[in-house]
């Protein structure tokens, strides 16, 4: 994905160091300042754009690993936070943590420590994670699943298929969700829902 944005400061500086060692690259910003078009378009500039900083290439499933907390790009000026792991490590504590604030311009170092509740966010996130023994899908039942519909209208990701059809079969479970979720996000799929009883 190309990103609109120019290089950051200093990234030259930055991919002289160690390029193989594991690393976490944990980012600060506001949502309103990731550019792009939709969920995944945002996130992905913000990880090709961490990647660039550190490795001068764009991020690659194959080599980095990342988790995103409170990305609701519906809404403007929330605090959210990206990470990307690179490498691997026998001990999570050893593995260094280089947090950045992106400032809608430039990544800018943040030297000082990190808040009490952002590193206790950080250990529900380790870097060390285990792909095997995962557990079977279970699948959710329907406020579970209302809940789950509303986050992603919060984050600005589009909804499914699946989703859509969720919501035409449960006229009940639809109108819980046009009761916990502002009015801008129910216009947007308001016609889906009323085509079940026959008024779209």
């Not at 001068?56 to 990305?71: H, I, K, L, T």
Request: aromatic letters at 12%.
């Amino acid at each position: 994905m190309e990103t609109t944005a120019s290089k950051p400061e200093g990234t030259a500086r930055r991919i002289e160091g160690n390029l193989t060692g594991p690393k976490r690259i944990l980012v600060q910003t506001k949502t309103h300042l990731v550019p792009g078009d939709g969920y995944d378009q945002r996130c992905l500039f913000l990880l090709d754009l961490i990647c660039q900083y550190h490795w001068n290439r764009d991020f690659d499933p194959d080599q980095d690993r990342w988790s995103v907390y409170g990305a609701w790009f519906s809404y403007d000026n929330r605090r959210c936070y990206f990470l990307v792991d690179h490498g691997q490590s026998l001990n999570d504590s050893d593995v260094p943590v280089l947090c950045y604030e992106w400032t809608g311009e430039s990544l800018k170092d943040m030297p000082q420590a990190l808040p009490p509740e952002v590193q206790m966010k950080l250990r529900e996130y380790p870097f060390t994670r285990s792909t095997q023994h995962m557990p079977a899908r279970v699948p959710l039942d329907a406020i579970t699943r209302c809940k789950s519909i509303r986050s992603k209208l919060r984050s600005d990701m589009s909804l499914s298929d699946s989703d859509l059809e969720f919501l035409r079969e449960h006229p009940k479970e639809a109108k819980w969700l046009k009761d916990h979720i502002e009015s801008r996000f129910w216009l947007k799929f308001e016609p889906f829902a009323n085509s079940r009883n026959g008024q779209g």
